[in-house]
């Protein structure tokens, strides 16, 4: 488990004479060390108990029920929720009344589905809070909003049969304890690399899309409030206040972060971490560790610690040969640290800040004495946009509106590309074969020339030079006749 907690649960080893007879699940009360109870766990997955934060509901998965135990009293169950194939699930977190997700994989052409439940009413076919089903889940995971009003749920699949992605498809989908569901639309294509709640529980990040990966912000919703456009990044940190939201790409990415004011959704600074495995907040929400640790990486251990305006505050490196296993800090209770105001004026450090210097395109020596010249990129990035309502005047129309107008841009937009060209005016003397263009001798080398003329744009190929897997630069050539 994350963190233990009075009543935690410890795995037990099955022994070779009894595989199935002897209890694999054992609750140990920490602070006297005497066994609560034995049990046996079955399944691989979802075996862990999961707690309520005041620690007086505990939910357990057996066989298709989910077992609530209450008091931490494990002789007797307080309660079942029973599902055909029930999954997984995920229990609220705050105080009471405590309310549970639960997962249902779909099978013989039935949708999946995931519905909500509130302690203790759990029977009954009223009984769910919301219910919303879809296909292509092979697996799900469930996040609750710090409010326990929204719960999102990201279903994958391991296989993408349309072949556009080895990673499986991914889609995202909404449900809120009101009845409200939905199902977040993206703007891009591609696999869900993360997704994070605002400790506001008012709106939600998402990145996505094939990379560079685009990163939104919605509201509940579920309409986009602001896109921070394309970028390396796999990754959205919530600051403990909600105020500043970091966008980073770890992991086989650069490890650059982007650090953002949410409410004036301006960006404040954008650092480089390389090779960090881990980043956390500091529930202060000034400062920031970021950590290369085993087994992730066995060489270069060590952390960072910043402050979020880029500065790094303080490094420590592990010496050589030995290595790091994680890094934490330490916990205080929510409401500890009030919310200050926003710097964009990087912090005072001895060992500077770590802002990722502009980059050029890679020129070779025999072209280095020439002036410069604009090149084409692979991905051309894309800006951020505001999508909040009054900021432009497409987002302030309604829905149906939107939806008229685009048509009506598209209709248009396809009959100016279908309209021919108008003609050249042509002299009033009529052309003789004395006027016309020359001849080759050869007709079929006469159509040739006479059919490249009339292709309105020449074919164009591009040069691409790499290294150990990474794209360099891109060189764009137009075909001419000469060539």
Known sequence: TDKLEAGDA?????????????????????????????????????WCPSWSDDEKICVRSVNNELHFYENNDFDSIANKLHMQKVSDFALS??????KVAVYVPGSKGAPSFVRLYQYPN?????????????????????????????????????????????????TLHYLAVNGETALVQLAKNGPIYDVAWSPSSSEFCVVYGFMPAKATVFNLK???????????????YYSPQGHILVLAGFGNLRGQMEVWDVKKYKQVSKPQAPDATHFS?????????????APRLRVGNGYKIWHYTGSVLHRFEVASGSELYEVRWQPFPDG???????????????????????TQAYRPPALRHLPATASSKLHEDE??????PGVSGERSLSKTALKNQRKREAKKAAKQESKPEPEPPSDSAPITNSQSEPSSGDPETDKKIKNLKKVKRLPVFYLLRWCEGRILDVLRCDWSESQ
């Not at 920490?30 to 046996?40: D, E, N, T």
């Not at 889940?137 to 909003?145: F, G, P, R, S, Y």
């Open 336 to 358: 500890s640290f009030p919310e200050r105001p926003i710097k964009y004026q990087a912090a005072p450090s001895e060992l500077g800040t770590t802002q990722a210097p502009p």
């Open 93 to 98: 977190p705050g105080g009471q009344p405590s």
């Open 281 to 293: 907040w500091c529930p202060d929400g000034e400062h920031i560790v970021t950590a290369t640790c």
């Open 10 to 46: 410890v795995i037990g080893a099955e022994t070779q004479d009894s595989p199935q007879g002897e209890a694999n699940l054992r609750l140990f009360d920490l602070q006297s060390g005497r066994l609560v109870k034995a049990l046996y766990q079955k399944k691989v997955d979802s």
């Open 383 to 388: 800006p951020p946009q505001d999508l909040r």
């Open 122 to 170: 759990l029977g009954g076919p009223t009984a769910a809070l919301a219910n919303k089903s879809f296909f292509k889940a092979d697996k799900v995971t469930m996040q609750w909003n710090k409010k326990a009003s929204a719960v999102l749920v990201t279903a994958s699949t391991e296989v993408d049969k349309t072949g556009a992605s080895y990673y499986g498809e991914q």
């Open 222 to 236: 579920c309409d986009p409030v602001f896109d921070f456009g394309t970028g390396p990044r796999n990754a959205a």
